[in-house]
């Protein structure tokens, strides 16, 4: 399942930033926080399948974070 960037809303997400809870594609997530330096330190999690978090009560399996209906 594809998830649409927030930003554009033209090309795959392929980044949430926790901070702006926001999904991006890699040429927003490089406009949005490449010329801040704030947001150069907002905390981003890819959304491949293969580098997904665990989740955050058992720590033990793989997990989304945030609603996927959203």
């Given at each position: 399942?594809?998830?649409?960037?927030?930003?554009?809303?033209?090309?795959?997400?392929?980044v949430?930033?926790?901070t702006?809870?926001?999904a991006?594609?890699?040429?927003?997530?490089?406009?949005?926080?490449?010329?801040?330096?704030?947001?150069t330190?907002h905390?981003?999690?890819?959304?491949s399948?293969a580098?997904?978090?665990?989740?955050?009560t058992?720590?033990?399996t793989?997990?989304?974070?945030?609603?996927?209906?959203?």
């Amino acid at each position: 399942m594809k998830i649409q960037c927030d930003a554009c809303e033209a090309a795959a997400a392929e980044v949430v930033c926790c901070t702006e809870e926001a999904a991006l594609c890699g040429g927003c997530d490089l406009r949005n926080h490449a010329g801040n330096t704030m947001a150069t330190n907002h905390p981003r999690l890819p959304l491949s399948a293969a580098v997904r978090p665990r989740c955050d009560t058992c720590q033990e399996t793989l997990g989304w974070f945030f609603c996927l209906e959203d």
